[in-house]
């Protein structure tokens, strides 16, 4: 361990060497050691890049990945910290999108780890962090998905509002509005709603939208995209997770809209695949569309009629 250590510190390790020595490291120290060397090296992006790279490794819960470090020393308690440190990186380095897009991952991750109470204190700076990063590189599909991961991490914490340590809820949401959530969330479906590649970086800026704007204002913009948008596709599925996850989330009202926008869709990408189209233009995947919008419309059914039960 102390040759690795030493290794890192002398600053002299390549980019690629010095990810596989941070991951060593944390390997045998876990996250308290990659939070204690991204402070002391905070000005030194490759050195940042690396221990972002290594925050994912330990958080992310695909297990199968290459570099999973699943089952490594957390360090819960000082994650609050670690949102700050990682905030501090992204503002010291605003032109490495590597560590903007690397950054706004890390805190997704995070965010569902810390209290409320603690980030009442980190969520603003955070939000500021990653909208930041989402304005200067509008088109990095990296950084977006970053941006949109953590903002919807953000809202869903926000919306817990029965768990006793939800005082930051309204702190939240208010920083979301103010710091301009709702246009990195346009710019995503701008952008990035032709990408099949996209999806769950869609599914991830649909959530949000409707988690601010309100889930019919995100129907009647799925109404707007073409047929062959994906976007349609990632925000019926974001309904209707967002929807399973919480039961206040889908009122009568947007019930009876989910329903009718599901049946609306699907007949306008039959359509579609009947029509006249150039050989170039690929046909839609109903069957997954038709999948997704079943699952939303007996979601909005079962709580129509729990409604009229009631």
């Not at 290459?66 to 380095?93: K, N, Q, S």
């Not at 569902?112 to 962090?129: D, K, R, T």
């Not at 996850?245 to 306008?268: G, K, P, T």
């Amino acid at each position: 361990m102390e040759a690795i250590v030493a290794w890192i510190r002398s600053g002299t390790a390549g980019r690629k060497f010095n990810k596989y020595l941070f991951w060593a490291a944390a390997a045998l120290s876990g996250m308290p050691f990659v939070a204690a060397e991204l402070k002391l090296h905070i000005n030194c992006i490759s050195a940042v890049d690396a221990a972002l790279c290594t925050v994912i490794d330990i958080l992310d819960e695909d297990i199968d990945g290459e570099y999973t470090l699943a089952g490594t020393d957390r360090g819960e308690a000082e994650m609050p910290a670690l949102v700050a440190l990682i905030v501090e990186a992204m503002r010291l380095h605003p032109a490495a999108p590597e560590v903007q897009a690397r950054g706004a991952t890390c805190i997704s991750f995070l965010v569902p780890f810390v209290e409320y109470a603690s980030l009442q204190a980190v969520a603003p700076a955070a939000i500021v962090g990653v909208l930041t990063g989402s304005r200067r590189f509008p088109r990095r599909m990296d950084v977006i998905s970053g941006a949109v991961a953590a903002l919807r991490a953000f809202c869903d914490l926000a919306r817990c509002k029965k768990r006793p340590d939800a005082k930051g809820a309204e702190v939240i949401v208010a920083s979301l509005r103010r710091e301009g959530a709702v246009d990195c969330i346009e710019q995503a479906f701008g952008y990035f709603s032709h990408y099949e590649d996209a999806m769950q970086m869609l599914e991830d800026a649909a959530a949000v939208s409707a988690q601010i704007s309100g889930v019919e204002a995100l129907l009647t913009r799925l109404g707007e995209e073409p047929a062959t948008s994906h976007l349609r596709m990632a925000g019926l599925k974001a309904i209707f997770e967002e929807g399973r996850a919480d039961l206040d989330f889908l009122s009568a009202r947007a019930c009876a809209a989910a329903v009718e926008a599901c049946e609306r869709m699907m007949l306008e990408a039959s359509q579609y695949n009947e029509s006249e189209k150039e050989p170039s233009d690929p046909p839609i995947d109903t069957q997954r569309l038709h999948e997704v919008a079943s699952l939303l419309s007996g979601l909005c059914a079962g709580r129509l009629r729990a409604a009229c039960l009631a």
